[in-house]
């Protein structure tokens, strides 16, 4: 007893030495001194004269305080001063930093120290820098770069108190390296050896913390590293003691199995909790404006707003906004929502192989959706998973004769995938495969070559007459609204173009487009490592003799549905990460089968449980903007579609219409804050700029024309970021002259922001 009390009063001891290692005082920074690289980021070069040295900023620059993280506020001095020529105005720059409200200024065109206390919203510094965002109108140089202000020397020095986040998360580091070090040293040694091992292992950071700051990482582990490294490091302790101890392996590696997943699920927690502050991703925001203007003013999908994608967004889209609101927590619930009932079909369709094997599969891919941000929220693809899930959870009931309730389930695996098509006609890839194996699985072995196509003909009559439904209901609903012949005008003539754009939304040709089609499809959206993780888990079902032939049919179902998704992204000739979210659904659904190499002792299944547990623990990594201990994320779209939106709020009256110029720029996501109503069938832009001589794109600019005119919108709001994005390539531009003498006429401008302009009508 005494010796684990001095051993504890030892790690208490380190872990206080580790809480506050040496302070930095004042330090000045010269913009072509040694540490400007690090401090300087997206800055012009150095640039000097005979009395001063400075750096230009560019459209979006950065200056950090890394050393400075664990204050709660810092004082920067800086001499800034905009272009200096004659008549020269001032320049506006908007500062922001970490999550807090940015602020601008206007810089003259001459020196000025300016002195700037700055401090995080949150427990703690999230991104320590001082962000300048902003460029002169006129910069005056030769050579046309789009400079912002001129900055001279910083001097940095702490302000306030030292927070306490950092310090508690370095006294956790000591006790879990110390922990862990003594846990696995005690594999070998003696009690008193591992001890005082680990005590040794342990005083390494502290040392560096105190001696060699510069060559330790910036920020300390925060509580998503260690809740890793607990979960890893003791399961990889069990999984080790399965291996010395043959006659209790199983016990030994279900015990890893539990550490390591303990620890996953305690992170999918934190991050479902965090992750209800984020906003929309702005093709999300589209979609649910669109499906806004469908569920409260009634507009029809084609015929009162152009779009690309099927009916099925825009009425799922309806349909979550009714039951959960258009707000930000409202969508935000809706999408965990969503999240959780996928994760319960995930769940339900493996349990019948095990209970670990449905919680390693659910908890893996819950953590991969969140992972992907705010971008990945809602997207199309996350919703046709939720009725694809489904379809699997009546896949996996065994019934036990080819009854009507057979048949039933064939329907209702078809009416799921129909739903699917409905957002993605592609999705129904998977119907064949479901169906197919589901129903071979109803045919005992010895039934008559007759009977069993008689069989097999009404299974997929059954599924067929589910999956018409709800496309039925769609077409239906097309034809009563009277946009029928505005979706066919798109899918005919419009879709064959936008496919031809590829994934930087440039245009190619038909010879370039295979090749582009072929070496993007090799990528696999960089989800190789689970193709390897899949691989392990199939074999792993393949070894077990305990499965029976079904659990066997409807694993090669998975293993079948994980080729078939895998080309899904090509037919619509887009591979950003949204589209493999199929392909990786079911490849992790075949790495969860790796789980079943628990129950098997042996050398070769312990290396198959390592490098799957290895590849999740680095995988679980948190969304870049999940900011555990910071305020809800902020960024320059956030701050320009909060901007457009106040304008809107305050300016625009119930009968006034509002024409955006955008995409995904933010003009959208505000109009949907402020509930205008857009002045064309045209919300979004891009349909004007790329493939500028087809017949199809000139009718949609002269029809935008037409009805621009016709409404005249009393406010017009067009984005001129290129974080739009905007089109390129052949036969692509970003010029409407029709529309640009049309603005130049009737309106004037009257609020220049970071990358929009708003016009008014001038009568």
Known sequence: MLVHLMYLAAIGMLAALAAFPPAPGLQRITVDGARAPEVFDHFWGAERNGTAVWRWS?????????????????ILSMPLTAPQYPDAPAVAITFATDTAPPFTLGIPPHWRTYRLLLAPRGWTWMHPGLQLTGVAPYSGTADR???????????????????????????????????????????????????????????????????????????????????????????????????????????????AFDWLFGALGFLLALALVYSLRWRLGFDTANMMYLGWLVERHGLAPYRDFVVQNMPGTYLFSATIGRLFGYSDPGLRLADQTLMLILLASMFAALRPLGVRVGCAAAIVFGLLYLRGGMYMALQREFLLLIPIGLALVIASIRHPTASMHVYLALGAIGLLFGLAATIKPHAILGLPVVVGWYAWMHLSPGVQTHERFTFML?????????????????????????????????????????????????????????????????????????????????????????????????????????????????????????????????????????????????????FALLIV???????????????????????????????????????????????????????????????????????????????????????FRQRFIDEFEATRPRFVIQITADDKPWVSGPDTTRAFPELDDYLAREYRPIVFGDGYIIYERRT
């Not at 493999?580 to 299944?605: D, I, N």
């Not at 305020?631 to 625009?652: N, S």
Request: hydrophobic share 50%; with cysteine.
């Open 58 to 74: 560019k459209d979006q620059s950065t200056i950090h305080f890394r050393a400075y993280r664990e204050y709660s506020g810092v």
């Open 145 to 255: 770069r789009a400079l912002g202000v001129a900055v001279g020397e910083v001097r940095m020095r702490p302000a306030g108190e030292r927070l306490w986040l950092p310090a508690a998360l370095r006294c956790a580091t000591v006790v879990v390296v110390a922990l862990l070090a003594h846990a696995w040293l005690r594999l070998r040694m003696s009690l008193s050896v591992s001890m005082a091992g680990s005590l040794i292992i342990t005083l390494i950071p502290v040392a560096g913390w105190h001696l060699a700051p510069d060559m330790m990482v910036a920020e300390p582990p925060g509580i998503w590293e260690l809740t890793l490294m607990v979960g890893s490091g003791f399961a990889g302790l069990w999984l080790v003691k399965s291996y010395a101890i043959s006659d209790q392996a199983a016990g030994y590696r279900k015990r």
């Open 458 to 606: 009404k299974a997929g009559v059954a599924a067929m007459v589910g999956t018409s439904l709800p496309l039925l209901a769609i077409a239906g609903y097309l034809w009563q609204s009277g946009g029928w012949s505005y979706f066919l005008d798109v899918a005919v003539n419009y879709w064959p173009l936008y496919n031809r754009l590829d994934r930087v939304h440039q245009t190619m040709d038909g010879i370039n487009y295979p090749l582009y089609v072929w070496t993007n499809w090799l990528e696999l959206g960089g989800h190789h490592m689970w193709l390897i993780t899949a691989c392990i888990g199939v074999v792993a079902s393949l070894r077990d003799q305990t499965l029976d032939r079904n659990q066997r049919l409807f694993i090669q179902m998975l293993v079948a549905l994980a080729i078939v998704y895998s080309i899904y992204p090509i037919p619509a000739g887009k591979f950003w990460s949204y589209h493999w979210l199929p392909m990786l659904f079911f490849l992790v659904l075949l790495t969860a089968l790796s789980f079943r190499f628990l129950e098997h002792p042996g050398r070769l299944h312990l």
């Open 613 to 699: 547990g290895a590849a999740i623990v680095a995988a679980a990594r948190p969304a870049p903007e999940l900011h555990l201990f910071g305020g809800p994320p902020t960024g320059r779209k956030f701050q320009r579609t909060d901007q457009i939106a106040a304008f809107l709020r305050e300016r625009v009256g119930p009968d006034d219409r509002v024409q955006t110029l955008d995409w995904t720029g933010g003009a959208n996501y505000a109009a949907l804050i402020a509930q205008t109503i857009p002045a064309t069938s045209f919300v979004e832009d891009f349909y004007f700029y790329h493939h500028i001589s087809h017949p199809t794109i000139q009718r």
